[in-house]
């Protein structure tokens, strides 16, 4: 589904422990990393859609994740002139996301990469919360930290909220 303004609504999925370490997975065939993701379909909420990509990308069901929250609103990134596909109509130029936090209730042996047709991911593992900021391609990094910084209160509440700069800094973050 591509809005009026060119962004296919899309789903974000950040999957914790208790400990508050991160799923990060690998994109098959590349040396890229990321969280699950994907299109909401036409008709589908964006809950359905959760659910949908998190069994076909990481393999688990509603039975095997709590919910803690999700965005409040769309977070949006555009993409790269390269990637715009512009053969291709509707012209896509960027995502929308609602981003949800998702916590593990059941062994990390559950996680199938291979369970749909498709793969996305060839590799996983369990990450520091920022690393995900610092590591993702960089169009995507403006997002991926707006989604830590909302979430962050909900798995560290005895924490306050690290100073993140866009530089090598403490969190080792890049324009």
């Not at 994907?38 to 659910?51: F, M, P, S």
């Not at 999700?70 to 390269?82: C, D, I, S």
């Not at 993702?136 to 990094?141: G, L």
């Amino acid at each position: 589904m591509i809005d009026t303004e060119g962004y296919r609504a899309n789903v974000g999925i950040i999957l914790c422990q208790d400990d508050g370490r991160v799923f990060w997975a690998r994109r098959i065939g590349q040396d890229a990393w990321q969280f699950p993701q994907g299109g909401i379909q036409q008709g589908e909420t964006h809950e359905q859609a959760l659910y949908r990509e998190l069994e076909e990308e990481v393999g688990l069901c509603s039975a095997d994740v709590e919910v803690i929250s999700y965005t409040k609103g769309w977070l949006k990134y555009h993409l790269p002139k390269h990637l715009i596909r512009h053969d291709s109509l509707p012209l896509c130029i960027g995502q929308k996301q609602v981003w949800y936090l998702l916590r593990l209730i059941t062994p990390d042996h559950k996680v199938r990469l291979d369970s749909s047709e498709k793969p996305e991911f060839d590799h996983w593992r369990w990450v520091e919360y920022w690393k995900p900021a610092r590591d993702v391609v960089s169009f995507k990094r403006k997002v991926y930290l707006q989604a830590l910084k909302e979430f962050y209160p909900l798995l560290f509440p005895d924490q306050q909220l690290p100073e993140l700069k866009n530089r090598r800094g403490p969190h080792g973050f890049r324009r």
